[in-house]
């Protein structure tokens, strides 16, 4: 028998795609706890650790200036896990082990659009991953959900080089979006959808009436 995945009421994570707000989203988050007088983590994926960031570096630089050839899927999939693994253990549980919130900048959510919807592979691989490498769910996902040509112009706007997966198609994106959208249909009691094409001010308003929501849903007192 696979083992279990375990929701944690203090693990947070943000989705969404390119460009949806997810950087001020989360300060705004954690001002908001902060101010509630709860200690906060933030932390993102892929990465989170000094070994995660050098496998994300793998994971995000264009294929041409790691090696003379390309990631395959398959490899992109692993290194999306090792790299989590690594984070889970070396970061998240220790941080929710001392009672603090965890915020973390995109999770395991982020394989199944990305790897399954982006890419294709198999979402039965992702989940059999995701218990073995992973085991822990957050207790609420905020998803920024945003036009895939609206996030993009904003994202092509900050006038960086594009990495290797914002290098990919608006197909690839829409299958990327579709993909989120319909797993926070399938699990609403841990998602929140919020509309990211408002304005910053907008969007970070949002995302804190959602944590307010959620915590006196989940913990009356605090
Ligand atoms: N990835 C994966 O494939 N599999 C996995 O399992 C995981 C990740 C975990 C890196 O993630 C890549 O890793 C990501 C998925 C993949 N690839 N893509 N594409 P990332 O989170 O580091 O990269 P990102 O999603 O591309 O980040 P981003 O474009 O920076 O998105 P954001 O954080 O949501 O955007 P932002 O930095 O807050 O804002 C972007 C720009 O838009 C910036 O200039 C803002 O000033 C502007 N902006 C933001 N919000 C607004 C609003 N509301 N109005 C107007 N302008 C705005």
Redesign the pocket.
């Known amino acids: 028998m696979s083992p279990a995945l375990h929701r944690h009421p203090r693990f947070i994570s943000l989705e969404?795609?390119?460009?949806?707000?997810?950087?001020?989203a989360i300060n705004a988050i954690r001002e908001a706890l902060h101010a509630r007088g709860h200690e906060v983590v933030l932390t993102?994926?892929?990465g989170g650790t000094p070994l995660a960031e050098r496998i994300r570096a793998l994971?995000?630089t264009p294929d041409e200036e790691v090696a003379a050839e390309p990631l395959s899927a398959e490899a992109e999939l692993l290194l999306?896990f090792a790299a989590r693994a690594q984070h889970v253990r070396q970061v998240i549980q220790p941080a929710l082990r001392r009672g603090c919130y965890v915020l973390s900048?995109?999770?395991?959510d982020?394989?199944y659009a990305?790897?399954g919807g982006g890419r294709g592979l198999e979402p039965e691989w992702i989940a059999d991953l995701e218990r073995r490498a992973v085991g822990l769910l957050p207790g609420l996902t905020l998803l920024?959900d945003v036009d895939v040509a609206v996030g993009r112009a904003?994202?092509n706007?900050?006038d960086l080089w594009p990495d290797r997966?914002?290098s990919e198609q608006d197909d690839f994106f829409q299958r990327v979006r579709a993909v989120f959208r319909q797993r926070a249909a399938q699990d609403p009691a841990r998602f929140r959808l919020i509309d990211?094409s408002?304005?910053?001010a907008g969007?970070a308003a949002s995302v804190v009436a959602a944590i307010d929501a959620w915590l006196a849903q989940e913990h009356p007192r605090d």
């Open positions: 969404g795609g390119e460009g949806a707000g997810k950087s001020t993102r994926e892929p994971i995000l999306v900048d995109r999770f395991t982020s394989s990305y790897q920024l904003r994202a706007g900050r997966i914002e990211a408002q304005d910053q969007v």
